[in-house]
């Protein structure tokens, strides 16, 4: 089992910075992905940033450029920095570990519990 735990939330003005952190523990073996989704009221969850365990970085259109996400294999933590936050970032944010069971193949998806970010204009 994988826990993780989010930190790093909170309220900002348009224009400012967050950064969210995760620690993930438990059994933390083999091949993983980390990142992290979001989810704004009303909307389907939906991936903002990824990092692969050799830094291989993904990101959604709408943040790239503003958004970086890293990550510390030896401390399994992932981090989000975000910049020039815009009113429509507002949501929840949540950390994800995939562990690929084969590469390509199934895989399993473990989540922290959320840590609500909000931008004001």
């Known amino acids: 089992q994988v826990h993780l735990v989010e930190s790093g939330g909170g309220l900002v003005q348009a224009g400012g910075s967050l950064r969210l952190s995760c620690e993930a523990s438990?059994?933390?073996?083999?091949?993983?992905?980390m990142g992290w989704y979001r989810q704004a009221p009303g909307k389907q969850r939906e991936p903002v940033a990824t990092v692969t365990s050799v830094g291989r970085t993904t990101y959604a259109d709408s943040v790239k450029g503003r958004f970086a996400v890293s990550r510390d294999n030896v401390k399994n933590t992932v981090d989000l920095q975000m910049d020039s936050l815009k009113p429509e970032d507002t949501a929840i944010y949540y950390c994800n570990l995939r562990k690929l069971l084969t590469v390509p193949g199934p895989y399993i998806d473990y989540w922290g519990q959320g840590t609500q970010v909000t931008v004001s204009s």
């Open positions: 438990g059994s933390i073996v083999g091949i993983y992905v």
